[in-house]
Every structure is written in structure tokens, then in C-alpha cells.
């Protein structure tokens, strides 16, 4: 059974940073693409950044370049976001979420974790 | 960047009723585009990929078609568990992904 836990959620102060978690089991976790996708409050899903199953290829969304970093511990089966330089909204809940092997879409989500940037 | 307008952005239907949404692209994408379906409080689920293939495990009346820029899912006969919000997203423009703006589907 595939689980996906999204861990680090909380409150931060704008300008501060935080990183974020997803603990993978039950899949092959190096063979697949790793997304986290956001959903801020009462809004829609946003797709955020994607890392590519080795860890070498990275791409981001325009709304968090050069502020938000993926990476991923293959051995650990853990993804992980870093964010620094928050802002009120960048809040929202957020997803891990696999993408099969050469494939492009969204076949398992993790339960989500929402955080906060607030004063 | 490869726009997707989802319509309609709410939808009202009575159990029993087919129910229709759809997805225009900005630009060609064949048919490089999902279907997902998100219940309150809960993850988004995929039903459709690739515009009209069925994800294992989801009942057959859940239906996706379309090519090129304009895209319908369907629900044959809507049942009281489907309640929820649906949401297309393409991949056409990769590595990025992007999604519709979503439609609410209510019970009548």
C-alpha cells in the first residue's frame, strides 16, 4: 500500500523559512517523479515543483523560483521542499505527489500538510 | 505558458443525472491532459489520464474525452458519493503542470 506523509507544517513569520517533508513507502521511490502541488485556502490546486526520479533534474513553478528548493533522499524514500523568503501567500496546504516512471501525471498524493505565514 | 479554462466553475445536478465539464487549452496539447477529483478536506484523486484512459479502480462512469484544445469529462449517471470538486491539469507544456480552476459539483 502506498503511503505518502507530508511532515513540518506550522506557523512562520513572513521572510522566514521552513522545510517540508514527504515520507514515501509502499513504491519504488527512486523510480519516480517526486511534485509537491499547494491548494491555498478555499482556492485551487497550484502545482509547485517537480523533481526528476535521480534528483538531478528540478524545475519550479514562477510563483516560488529562486525562493523554494526540491530535492529528495532516495535512500531515505523522503522528498523535501525548503522555503525561505515567505509570504502570506505562499500559504496554503501542501501535497507531495507521484508521478509514475515516463509518465505525466498524478497517481499518488500524500494527505497534505498546511502551514502558515503569518505576523 | 499553456493556459487551461475550466467551465463550468460550479455545477447543480440531481443523482441519476449525467453531468458534463470541460476544458479548453490556450493552445494545441493533444491529449496531454488528466482529470482529478477532490472530496472536502481530502487529496485530489486521479481518474483520467492521458484524456480518456480510466485509472484502475475508478468506476466506468467517470468518462474523459477531447484532443487538441477542447476536453470533456463526463459523469454518466451521478451518484451522491461524487459530490466534490473536479479539476483538469495538462502537461503538455513540461516540465511544468497546470490546472484548471476547478468546478464544485453539488447534489440538487
Known amino acids: 500500500q502506498v503511503q505518502l506523509m507530508e511532515s513540518g507544517g506550522g506557523v512562520v513569520q513572513p521572510g522566514k523559512s521552513l522545510r517540508l517533508s514527504c515520507a514515501a513507502s509502499?513504491?519504488?521511490?527512486?523510480?519516480?517523479?517526486m511534485h509537491w502541488v499547494r491548494q491555498a485556502p478555499g482556492k485551487g490546486l497550484e502545482w509547485v515543483a517537480v523533481i526528476g526520479p535521480d534528483g538531478s533534474q528540478k524545475h519550479y513553478s514562477a510563483s516560488v523560483r529562486g525562493r523554494f528548493t526540491i530535492s529528495r533522499d532516495n535512500f531515505m524514500t523522503t522528498l523535501y521542499l525548503q522555503m525561505n523568503s515567505l509570504r502570506a501567500e505562499d500559504t496554503a496546504v501542501y501535497y507531495c505527489?507521484?508521478?509514475?516512471?515516463?509518465?505525466?501525471?498524478?497517481?499518488?498524493w500524500g494527505q497534505g500538510i498546511l502551514f502558515t505565514v503569518s505576523s | 505558458d499553456i493556459q487551461v479554462t475550466q467551465s463550468p466553475s460550479s455545477l447543480s445536478a440531481s443523482v441519476g443525472d449525467r453531468v458534463t465539464i470541460t476544458c479548453q487549452a490556450s493552445q494545441d496539447i493533444s491529449n496531454s491532459l488528466n482529470w482529478y477529483q477532490q472530496k472536502p478536506g481530502k487529496a485530489p484523486k486521479l481518474l483520467i489520464y492521458?484524456?480518456?484512459n480510466l485509472e484502475t479502480g475508478v468506476p466506468s462512469r467517470f468518462s474523459g474525452s477531447g484532443s487538441g484544445t477542447s476536453f470533456t469529462f463526463t459523469i454518466s449517471s451521478l451518484q451522491p458519493e461524487d459530490i466534490a470538486t473536479y479539476y483538469c491539469?495538462?502537461?503538455?507544456?513540461?516540465?511544468?503542470?497546470?490546472f484548471g480552476g476547478g468546478t464544485t459539483l453539488e447534489i440538487k
Open positions: 505527489a507521484t508521478s509514475p516512471p515516463y509518465k505525466q501525471w498524478l497517481d499518488y
Open positions: 491539469q495538462q502537461y503538455d507544456d513540461l516540465p511544468s503542470l497546470t
Open positions: 492521458d484524456a480518456s
Open positions: 509502499g513504491i519504488t521511490f527512486s523510480t519516480y517523479g
